[in-house]
């Protein structure tokens, strides 16, 4: 047999999760001109593209562009899409390593971070994460129910899911209606009360996690008055001096953007954003029902830590601010994965360079990662290119030292009647065009991007099954 990675004997990888880093291993192995790779990609949602179908603000439509370099990809004759396939119920690790020379983890972060405060689980106390699949129609979380009818609304971290959750709050029915947010959530955000929206940043306005084009959106919601207070907006001496020692444009754009909002007079618009820095939730209080009915926040101040970082703690100056509803946004968390070497508390699978290791460092052979899953929820889409060339660069390294797992079945076909087998409902590619060339012919009658489909039934109806 010849060498593996030649035309006669092709590099077999599965990749698990079809989100941006799974599309970015398939773009990086097709830059390696000389070597013959098949790749097969799993998702247990039928669809693919992961948090640019799943997360992405429907608002933000040319965000989602790129999925037509992912679509090119994809239409090669070497790529299979395997949808409603999960890993760890559909397949085993034992099913893909009888079928592959290397498996690559692209699954993302979809859990949430706790806050680890009183009243965090009451009702009315919902992860941003839950509300942003909602609002995108993720199969998932289609039937979840949130309070609209509150008009006040707590939104806890300052970070670009944040920003995403408070401006589709303050948007106007209108503005949604353009978008190809899920149906339902139209017409729960027609229908909502709300009136106040609060987020909540523990350090001030130079070490904000949101980008300086997400906060100017805020101030150009058409809806909504942003509200910051001058106090809150102007600089603590600690971050002034770390602006000084590492200047960084970002920053010294937030900062600006957010001293120009503070600013500004409300101008009785329907809706008020207001933005507060340091402070920290401390306790959501329940009414008498058991619902969430106000947030206790503490007020903070900021300090130079001992690694010169701007960090802040509590003071003992407290407000209790009334509000039906909380959206905690303080970061995603990854979602270990059946017999895969994972770190909790990182929530992230253990790997050096992409390359999955024990508990002692050592690699396990033809196990890799990329995106969310192997380094954590950070950075834009496009962080996920060279996060999956780093990896796609050993998987190269280790196939040419000859270190593969070795399968009993690598012919394409022959993991076609595993996944068959398996799950019967599995979605092809060419599935996944028809749907989507509904979803887009279903958008255009009604002036949108698309409607899309929110359950696997509709989706399985369409395909005639
Ligand atoms: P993030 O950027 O890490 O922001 C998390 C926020 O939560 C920060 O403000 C953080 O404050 C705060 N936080 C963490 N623990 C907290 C606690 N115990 N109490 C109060 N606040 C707390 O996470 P994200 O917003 O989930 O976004 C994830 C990634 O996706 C980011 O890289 C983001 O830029 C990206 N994203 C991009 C876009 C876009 O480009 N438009 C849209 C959405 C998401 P500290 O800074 O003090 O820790």
Redesign the pocket.
């Known amino acids: 047999m010849a060498d593996v990675g030649s035309e006669s004997n092709p590099l077999r990888v599965a990749i698990i999760g079809s989100g941006p880093a799974g599309f970015y291993t398939v773009s990086n192995f097709a830059r390696h001109k000389d070597l013959s790779v098949e790749v097969d990609m799993y998702d247990r949602l039928a669809t693919p593209f992961g948090l640019v179908r799943g997360?992405?603000?429907p608002d933000?439509q040319k965000?989602k562009s790129v999925t037509r370099a992912y679509d090119k990809s994809a239409q090669k004759p070497n790529f299979r899409f395997y949808g409603n396939v999960a890993y760890g119920d559909d397949v085993t690790l034992d099913d893909l390593k009888a079928h592959y020379h290397q498996v690559i983890f692209t699954s993302g972060a979809p859990n949430d971070?706790n806050?680890?405060i009183p009243g965090e689980d009451l009702a009315g106390s919902h992860s941003?994460t839950e509300f942003v699949a909602w609002y995108n129609g993720h199969p998932d979380f289609a039937s979840r129910d949130f309070d609209l009818s509150q008009k006040s609304v707590a939104v806890?971290?300052?970070?670009?899911?944040?920003?995403?959750v408070a401006r589709i709050l303050c948007r106007t029915d209108e503005e949604l209606r353009a978008t190809d947010m899920a149906d339902y959530a139209i017409d729960a955000l027609r229908d909502s009360s709300v009136e106040d929206v609060y987020m909540?940043?523990?350090?001030g306005p130079a070490?904000?996690?949101?980008?300086p084009?997400?906060i100017k959106e805020l101030g150009e919601l058409i809806d909504a008055d942003v509200i910051i207070t001058e106090d809150e907006a102007t600089l603590d001496p600690h971050s002034s001096a770390e602006m000084e020692r590492v200047p960084d444009k970002n920053v010294t754009k937030n900062v600006e953007t957010v001293q120009e909002l503070a600013q500004r007079k409300p101008e009785g618009r329907r809706k008020r954003l207001h933005i507060r820095f340091l402070t920290?939730?401390t306790e959501l209080i329940a009414d008498d029902t058991g619902r969430v009915s106000a947030i206790r926040i503490v007020r903070n101040e900021a300090y130079a830590a001992d690694d010169g970082s701007v960090?802040?703690r509590a003071t003992d100056q407290e407000e209790v601010i009334p509000v039906g509803l909380v959206f905690r946004?303080?970061?995603?968390l990854g979602k270990a994965l059946p017999e895969i070497p994972f770190h909790e508390s990182w929530g992230t699978i253990l790997n050096e360079a992409g390359r999955v290791v024990d508990a002692d460092g050592n690699p396990l052979t033809g196990l890799y990662t990329a995106g969310w899953i192997k380094r954590g929820?950070?950075?834009?889409?496009g962080?996920n290119k060279t996060c999956a060339q780093e990896t796609v660069n050993c998987m190269v390294e280790d196939m040419q030292a000859g270190k593969l797992l070795e399968p009993a079945a690598p012919e394409p076909e022959a993991a076609a009647e595993m996944v068959a087998a398996k799950q019967p409902q599995r979605i092809s590619y060419a599935d996944w065009s028809k749907l989507d060339s509904a979803e887009l012919a279903n958008g255009e009658a009604q002036g949108r991007p698309r409607v899309k489909f929110t359950k696997l039934a509709d989706m399985l109806t369409e395909l005639g099954r």
């Open positions: 997360g992405v603000a933000h965000d971070r806050l680890a941003a806890i971290g300052i970070g670009n899911v944040a920003v995403d909540f940043g523990r350090r070490q904000a996690a949101f980008t084009p997400e920290s939730p960090r802040s946004s303080v970061g995603y929820p950070s950075g834009v889409i962080t």
